[in-house]
């Protein structure tokens, strides 16, 4: 992993940290994961009980080569506590919001139980760490508040307590 991006993650750290979020760096030369992970602990998200987990990382090297830029990523754990029977009105409404989300991905993990939101960012080689640092900070911001903004509504759908054409409804026209 490039200094550059360690150095951007801890900074970001730091910003967590100021917004009340807990953290915790993890290193990819110590732990067999494939590239360094900032992982964020958000206690208070939308009216869930639930902690939500946040990952926020560089693309890591393939086959041993490095990005031609920087590749910045977000996932936002929102639950892992999907059901098979919420995964069609999960699966229509994700695909709606798909739609209306002006970046990012809401979605289910292949494995049926886990529901994701999912933000990147591209940056060119040559931008200043002070710019990169303070897209990362209003990108990262970005994820947090989009996927809040709609997991009440994606599990009320998800649980039959919304219809879907409510659903629509709180969507921007």
């Not at 150095?7 to 067999?32: A, F, G």
């Not at 639930?50 to 031609?68: I, T, Y």
């Amino acid at each position: 992993m490039k200094e550059r991006e360690i150095q951007l993650l801890k900074n970001l750290q730091k910003k967590l940290k100021e917004w009340e979020i807990d953290s915790l760096y993890r290193d990819s030369s110590k732990e067999q994961i494939p590239t360094d992970i900032l992982t964020g602990l958000i206690t208070e998200f939308g009216n869930s009980q639930e902690e939500v987990l946040a990952e926020f990382f560089f693309m890591p090297e393939v086959d041993g080569q490095e990005a031609d830029g920087l590749y910045f990523h977000r996932v936002i754990t929102l639950s892992e506590r999907v059901t098979e029977d919420m995964l069609p009105s999960l699966y229509e409404a994700t695909a709606i919001l798909n739609c209306f989300a002006e970046t990012g991905t809401f979605a289910v993990t292949k494995a049926g139980n886990t529901l994701i939101y999912r933000n990147s960012v591209a940056m060119p080689p040559t931008i200043p760490d002070e710019e990169a640092a303070k897209l990362i900070e209003a990108n990262t911001m970005f994820a947090i508040n989009v996927s809040e903004q709609f997991i009440d509504a994606l599990f009320k759908v998800a649980d039959g307590r919304m219809s879907m054409e409510e659903f629509r409804g709180i969507l921007p026209d």
